[in-house]
C-alpha cells in the first residue's frame, strides 16, 4: 500500500474501532480493576465530589461480605393497588456490585397482580418464573411499536431487551406468583410509564397530554389526580 492508502486504512480501521467502543459503551462501563466495592461512607456530605457510581472502598478491608446479600427467600409484600412488589439487590444493597454491570430482583404478584409496565433506562432483564404462571410482554420502539408478548410458566426464562417497555402479570387469580431477574447494570433505573406521564413533578401541561392521548383536557386533570 503507499503510504496514503495505508493512512486511509489506518483512519478507516480507527474510526470502526471506535464506533463498536462507543457500541459497547450502552451498557455499564468495564472494570478496570478486580472489584471496587462500594464505600457507602463516601457518600457522606462532606465529599462533594460526585461520581459516576460509588467510589471504592480499601481493598484492604474488603471482606466476603461485602460480595453477600440474603433476603430473596422472603417474599415481599404485595398489598399495594398494583399488587406487585420489585425486592432489588442492586449495588446499593450489594456494595461489591459496584462497577460490576449486573443485579438481581425478587418480584412478587398477588393473585392477578402486575407489574406495570416500565423501563429500565440502563439494562436488559432476563426473567424466570420460580412459582405460578406469568403473562409478560415488551414493546420495541418508534415507528413500529412491535408488541411481543407471551404467557410463561415455572422454569421459563423471557428476555426484555434494554429499554423496551415492557411488563408481567400474575394470570393467575388464586395464587401468588413469584419471579427472579437479573439486570444488565448495577443499577438500572426504572421508569414507570404512567407515572411518568400522569404522575411527574411538576406535572406535564394537561393539553399536552390532552392532545398526545387524545382525551379531553378534564379527563387528563382526573388522571393526573390519581397520582
Ligand atoms: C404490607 O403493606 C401494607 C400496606 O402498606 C401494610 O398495611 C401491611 O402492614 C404490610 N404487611 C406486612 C406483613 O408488612
Same mark, same amino acid.
Given at each position: 500500500?503507499?503510504? $496514503? ?7 478507516? $480501521? ?5 464506533? @463498536? ?7 455499564? #462501563?468495564?472494570? @478496570?480493576?478486580?472489584?471496587? &466495592? ?10 462533594? $465530589?460526585?461520581?459516576?457510581?460509588? *467510589?471504592?472502598?480499601? =481493598? ?13 427467600? &422472603? ?6 393497588? %398494583?399488587?406487585?412488589?420489585?425486592? #432489588? ?5 450489594? #456494595?461489591?456490585?459496584?462497577? @460490576?454491570?449486573?443485579?438481581? $430482583?425478587? !418480584?412478587?404478584? *398477588? =393473585?392477578?397482580? %402486575?407489574? +406495570?409496565?416500565?423501563?429500565? =433506562?440502563? *439494562?436488559?432483564? !432476563? ?8 403473562? /409478560? ?19 421459563? &426464562?423471557? /428476555? ?17 406468583? /413469584? +419471579?427472579?431477574?437479573? @439486570?444488565?447494570?448495577?443499577? =438500572?433505573? +426504572?421508569?414507570?410509564?404512567?407515572? *411518568? ?6 406535572? !406535564?401541561?394537561?393539553? !399536552? ?10 379527563? /387528563? ?7
Amino acid at each position: 500500500m503507499t503510504s $496514503v492508502a495505508s493512512f486511509f486504512f489506518g483512519l478507516v $480501521v480507527a474510526l470502526s474501532c471506535l464506533s @463498536l467502543q462507543q457500541l459497547a459503551s450502552a451498557a455499564d #462501563p468495564s472494570l @478496570l480493576q478486580d472489584f471496587c &466495592v462500594a464505600d457507602s461512607t463516601s457518600n457522606s456530605n462532606f465529599i462533594t $465530589v460526585l461520581l459516576n457510581g460509588m *467510589a471504592c472502598k480499601n =481493598p484492604s478491608t474488603v471482606t466476603a461480605n461485602d460480595f453477600y446479600f440474603r433476603g430473596l427467600h &422472603v417474599a415481599g409484600n404485595t398489598s399495594n393497588a %398494583q399488587g406487585s412488589r420489585v425486592t #432489588p439487590v442492586f449495588a446499593t444493597q450489594l #456494595p461489591g456490585l459496584n462497577t @460490576l454491570g449486573i443485579s438481581m $430482583v425478587r !418480584i412478587d404478584y *398477588a =393473585p392477578g397482580g %402486575q407489574n +406495570a409496565p416500565h423501563t429500565h =433506562p440502563r *439494562a436488559t432483564e !432476563i426473567l424466570t418464573v420460580l412459582e405460578g404462571s406469568l403473562e /409478560v410482554g415488551f414493546v420495541t420502539s418508534n415507528p413500529n411499536n412491535n408488541h411481543f408478548t407471551k404467557t410463561l410458566y415455572k422454569g421459563d &426464562v423471557f /428476555v426484555f431487551p434494554s429499554n423496551a417497555v415492557h411488563y408481567q402479570r400474575n394470570t393467575n387469580w388464586n395464587a401468588p406468583a /413469584v +419471579a427472579i431477574a437479573a @439486570l444488565s447494570s448495577q443499577n =438500572p433505573g +426504572a421508569i414507570t410509564i404512567a407515572n *411518568a406521564v400522569f404522575g411527574s413533578q411538576p406535572g !406535564i401541561s394537561a393539553d !399536552i397530554l390532552a392532545k398526545s392521548f387524545s382525551l379531553d383536557v378534564a379527563t /387528563v386533570n382526573f388522571m393526573q389526580s390519581k397520582f
